[in-house]
């Protein structure tokens, strides 16, 4: 039985985001339409913050939204609500001008506004339409194909006639387009397996299919279909890399942050078919943590930063997996605390690159190192602690949620001992090699001149840090409601494993 | 005053500070070096107060040790994370050197970095570092022991690529990261493993130091646990092979060699075994291990320092040869011993390190006053061993050993080697996988005569932050 909130932040909030995208889109003035995307994206996080502190207040609860009810808010979603709603904003907020037009303002809010009402959905069809909502700027439009390239450079899926790249190259596409046929398949099947229930209790999220019959098991394969293709899981990662070598960053780290893969094993996949979940909890469990090395190598001898950022963002990522299927409240508590830090930790990465990607007007491309601490050191600041954020150092939340993840998956996957400690180190020596790369060594001839955090990237890349840094001291107030989210998804699963003490 | 306000306050101190002064610069506050320096000073001034207090409650408390328990950081469940300080006669001592080489350090560095402009950072990390080196002493299980660890372990690191307008100090900084990364795995899965094993890593349940019982792992268990550890503390410690760090490290300022390399961090891994004395007591091999890994240290260490050209290259050597006579004294059990040439080591190698820069001028000195007689040492050695081993020694200790190449060869190759492999299998699959449209691009565009390729054209030099 569920609340209602005496009035309904999560639908306004959504509702108002895509009336103003339409707005913003409409815009002539790039610098007018970041204002008016930031002020709607402000409210919009605000209505957000509002559903996190109702459900924070009472831990316990879960608020759903008249008049319909086909809205949500309890301790799963809580969080991520509010924390995607505030990467949004970040996003708007620190994108370098020369990448801005009003389009790709209305783009980014309407991925907001889709990815809200997907974490937010009491029922299938809403899910997959935010599912669906959050890939239409990439697919659907070209809100972020980047003006002014030149026509003669081609390549498959790159070029159009009109000179614009396509937003994404050809294999993100189909993986993405993949993605949704996979998910809609999912769904329908999950819907034929309840052939029992009405129309309304089939598409809801608490009737459980229990057992191992073939529509069941056929929903669970099509939606475990759709987690690895837009999680990028091995084999399904190569399209990461290129969609982040060749297209836009930041609305990509926005598309993957979203992590509305991860969202539908922890909604939909696990209580809906537990037993399912349960036999195939090892096989997708070790598949997460190879494709977390694979990364990891990939990363190792990567040149280009984005790739480079890419491969780290899809290894760390990797481990909210590991930590769902554990069965237990701690590792899902630690995974649902990993996904706070590599959301915010690799979103401030890309805001950084994309910063001097602005400034030097593209990667360089040379060997050896740019110096760029002499000109920016703020910049390289903001760079290290999200990078060691992402890595899990101490004095950062990183560090308390992979002792969570650790220690709720030691008694169902002890491999993970020995795989996240290597596999951080890794990643580790990636990003503080990129680091380096970047912002230390001999300054290059644009180093000294080169401007620092403006004002506006200062203040959103502190928030960022300081959420980090805070959460890293004070970790409870964030493991607050994933742990208890995680009691709750644990408690629907067969043969639930306590772990430790 | 309730006994766990000092230990808890000897770690907020540093940090706090470090924190005010690091939030202070971000929001743009420009500090003088004056305020900056006397804050940090007072800090450890403090510091080594509180520490005095302590050893005073310790002593007239008649306990062996004080525990501080301050609740659970986090918790989920059945699992917490508690916050426990744990001040007794291993790491006391530990924490004076902490506070007072800290303190000294800061004085030393005031006059000596100043009107360098990293002073400022210099000193945000060195109160960052005594954060991280005071928590890694004095904390109560090994789960915080890895905090502390590893904060010492990022600072070391910065501070080593401290001149970044250099390449050389960035790729040694570099180096150095990632042996500390290679062997943390060790302390992290060793501290995995005592979960595994016994559901805690807290010292008062795993570690029977003061109570009549043995510890809860069995021995198998304990020698895994161990030999994990004595990775970790193998890397920290500069013992061979990963001893090739600790030269690359002296490109860092002075007052950091003095501090990390001459007195705490380097030290940092036989405090790990002396703090994991009653595992190492329950494991097999492990005591044997760690005296032949110390003196294979302590001889390569001796004979790689008589070639040094330089001075810091020539203590850090010396620093590694004593570390690996305190490693054998640790696997004979002569823990006292250990504590007392730890003590005395560090006193002693942080003046050297500080008076490094004067090294020629007190050699001169010396030299003068002993008549003009000084000889050269060593010379025992050469009526020991015949020419053509004289000979080889000399050139394996030029080389170092061969240490770094070992490591280079068959470690991190192999390594690099797969995922170089694995990326050329990716780039061979690129027209399915378009892995490879960055690379074809760029092809493209060098044939169209056009700059750059990628996200955005050209490269655009002093760019204001108005178009940005």
Known sequence: MSDQLFIPPVSLGILLTLIFSWFVGKQTDAEKARRQATGALALHFAAMLVAAVAVAWTPGSRFSEAPWQWLVVDALNAIPLSLYAALSLGVVVLAPKRKLTPRWLAGIMVMCAMTCLAYAANNLLIFTLGWAGSLAPFLLTRAFAMPGVAADIKGPGVADAGGRRHTLPLPA????WASLVSLCAGMALLVYAAPE?????????????????PPVFAAFAFLMGAVILRKGLFPAHSWLAPAFEQGPLLPMILLVNGHLGAFLVARIVLPLTPDMAHHAWSLLSNLSLFTAGYAALLALVARNPRRLLAMVSISQAAFLLTGLESNTQVGIAGSLTLWQVVAMSTTMLAAVY????????????????LGLAAGA????????????ALVGAPLTLGFPAEDLLLQGTLVTNPYLGVVLPVVTALN???????????????????????????????????AALLFLLAGGLFPAALIRLPAVAAARIAAMMPGQQHSGR | MNEGFLPALLILAPGGLCAVLGLAWLLGWRMRERLVAGLTIACYGAASLIVVALWRQLLTSGRPMIQAVYGNWFEVGHYHFPL?????YTSLPLLTLGALLTFLVAVFSRRYMHRDEGFFRFFVLLNLFGAGILLFFAAGSFDLMIAGWEIVGVTSILLIAFFQRRDDPVLSGLRVFATYRACDVGLLTGVVLMHIYAGTSEFTQILPTYVERHTPLSGQQATMVMFLLLLAAMGKAAQVPFSGWLPRAMEGPTPSSAIFYGALSVHAGAYLLLRAWPLIEAAAYVAETIIVIGALTA???????????DAKTALAYATMTQLGIIFVEIGFGWRTLALWHITGHALVRTMQFLRAPSMLHDHHRVHAAAGGHLGATGGWLAALLP?????WLYRLALDRGHHDTMLDRFVAGPVVRLAEWIQGVEHMLAPMSGTGQEETSRRLARKAGLANSGPGLGQTEGMEGADV
């Open chain 1, 197 to 213: 229930a009405g129309l309304n209790e089939a598409l809801g999220l608490t009737l459980a299919r229990q057992g191992d019959a």
């Open chain 1, 354 to 369: 994309a910063a001097i990607e602005a400034r030097l007007g593209g990667w360089p491309g040379q060997p050896g190192f």
């Open chain 2, 387 to 391: 020419q053509r081993a004289q000979l």
């Open chain 1, 428 to 462: 580790a020596f990636s990003v503080m090699r990129m680091f380096a790369r970047l912002f230390l060594g001999r300054p290059v001839a644009a180093a000294p001149g080169m401007a620092d955090a403006l004002p506006r990237e200062r203040l959103a890349l502190t």
């Open chain 1, 377 to 388: 050191p703020r910049l390289a600041v903001f760079f290290a602690v999200g990078g060691l």
């Open chain 2, 299 to 309: 001889l390569h260490g001796t004979f790689v320092g008589r070639t040094c050209a």
């Open chain 2, 84 to 88: 426990a300080l744990w001040v007794d």
């Open chain 1, 173 to 176: 596409r189909i993986a993405l």
